[in-house]
Every structure is written in C-alpha cells, then in structure tokens.
Nanobody, 126 residues
Framework: QVQLVESGGGLVQAGGSLRLSCAASGRTFSSYAMGWFRQAPGKERECVAASNWSGSSTYYADSVKGRFTISRDNAKNTVYLQMNSLKPEDTAVYYC???????????????????WGQGTQVTVSS
C-alpha cells in the first residue's frame, strides 16, 4: 500500500507561484513513477506533469510547459510541483498519483496510476 498526502495548495493572484508537495509512505518511493494531475469543475482530469523513478525523465502538458516543474526527493519520499506564472485557468484540484506498475518512464494516463492523494485546491485569481 502507498499513502499519498498533498499540501501546499491555496489562493494566489495571477502571476504568482505555489509549490505543491506530496509525501508518500508505505512502499519504497524510488520503486515507482509519480505524476501530478488536476481537475477543474466540469472538466476531465488531466496530467500536468509526471516523472520517472529518478526524476531524470519528465513530462509536461503543453499548457504548463515552461511554468511548472516536477521534482522528487527520494530520500524524503516526496514529490514536488513548483508552479510559477500562475494563470486563472490553472485553478483546479491538484492530485498527486503514484504507479507501482511503471518505473522507468513518466506516465500520463490516469488509469496507469494505482494510488492517489486526496487532492489540494489551487485557486488563481485574476
């Protein structure tokens, strides 16, 4: 079993920054790939960033490329999402996800992940 707990969400003005953290417990953190997803009201959940087990290979959605950075500290069992230049359209509930089925490459489909955090709200005001 893997437990994921997100933190760091909140309300920020457009152009501001937030850093989300996701602390994992249970199984060996470096055994699995990690991802950050978001879901806005009335929209499907989408992957915004993903990382392989080491952080050496990452994925970013076009909508966040150049503004968001995913990183992980395997010694601390934590993955981060640094979000800069935030826009109102970034407003969503953000979820951290882990997949024990994949390790070497970032995964972008939500059915590839088998563990999810509870979500943290990010609201960007204009």
């Amino acid at each position: 079993q893997v437990q994921l707990v997100e933190s760091g969400g909140g309300l920020v003005q457009a152009g501001g920054s937030l850093r989300l953290s996701c602390a994992a417990s249970g199984r060996t953190f470096s055994s699995y790939a990690m991802g950050w997803f978001r879901q806005a009201p009335g929209k499907e959940r989408e992957c915004v960033a993903a990382s392989n087990w080491s952080g050496s290979s990452t994925y970013y959605a076009d909508s966040v490329k150049g503004r968001f950075t995913i990183s992980r500290d395997n010694a601390k069992n934590t993955v981060y999402l640094q979000m800069n230049s935030l826009k109102p359209e970034d407003t969503a509930v953000y979820y951290c996800a882990a997949t024990t089925r994949y390790r070497s490459s970032p995964r972008t489909q939500d059915d590839e992940y088998n563990y999810w955090g509870q979500g943290t709200q990010v609201t960007v005001s204009s």
